[in-house]
């Protein structure tokens, strides 16, 4: 079964600034899909960056970009010129081959920003 | 306009109670998930149909049963409430031929068991 880890319960930055949240993986699956989610207070579930594990290339989404090292199985997101709106949980998911197959999470990374 | 919706956004009910949550999605995909958020905000897949057909039953208790009219409807009806059963639930949905496809996810509703 994949496993989903997220190491860092909470994190803030500075409003302008840069952070990188943490995710490792679990699976024996070679083809696959990584995602971030952002879910702001309104508990609305956002779908931020999708990596395709196939490509090599880091996914870029304007200000938030991903670092995909499939050989150690990491998946971290980068949020450049932090903003206030960015302040929400964030999860990262994997999710298999298939359009149709489940989503396993993370346990979440808190994110605040600090004026 | 809404791509999926969820009814109702809150519920409050007491323990031993039936209740259901509706959800639609207007997306044309072929495939919807509840996944159930808990207190900790943890998310987990509970169900997901394609095509009317159930092909992932997670553990849940029998409790829980999900019924998926058409493919546009996916509703979640739970039996004898318990307190446990607090939580979030998200509907979501997604193409499912389309390796690409991303899930899209209703804005939850909160059950709150007394």
């Known amino acids: 079964a994949q496993t989903v880890t997220q190491s860092q319960p909470e994190m803030s930055v500075q409003e302008a600034e840069t952070v990188t949240l943490s995710c490792t993986y679990d699976?024996?699956?070679?083809?696959?899909?990584l995602f971030w989610y952002k879910q702001p207070p309104s508990r609305q579930m956002i779908l931020v960056i999708r990596q395709e594990a196939y490509k090599q290339q880091n996914a870029t989404e304007n200000r938030f970009s991903v670092n995909f090292q499939k050989a150690a199985k990491s998946f971290s997101l980068k949020i450049s010129d932090s903003q206030l709106g960015d302040a929400a949980m964030y999860f990262c998911a994997y999710r298999g081959n298939f359009g149709n197959e489940k989503l396993t999470f993370g346990t979440g990374t808190r994110l605040t920003i600090i004026p | 306009d809404t791509a999926v919706s969820q009814t109702p956004k809150y519920l409050v009910t007491q323990m031993g109670n039936d209740k259901s949550i509706k959800c639609e999605q207007n997306l044309g995909h072929d495939t919807m998930y509840w996944y159930k958020q808990d207190s900790k905000k943890f998310l987990k897949i509970m169900f997901s149909?394609?095509?009317?057909?159930?092909?992932i039953n997670e553990t849940v208790p029998n409790r829980f049963s999900p019924k998926s009219p058409d493919k546009a409807h996916l509703n979640l009806h739970i039996n004898s409430l318990e307190l446990g059963d607090s939580a979030v639930y998200f509907c979501?949905?997604?193409?499912?031929?389309?390796?690409?496809?991303?899930?899209?996810f209703g804005p939850g509703t909160r059950l709150t068991v007394t």
């Open positions: 979501a949905s997604s193409q499912g031929d389309r390796r690409t496809g991303e899930q899209y």
């Open positions: 149909y394609n095509n009317k057909e159930l092909i």
């Open positions: 699976t024996s699956e070679s083809d696959y899909y």
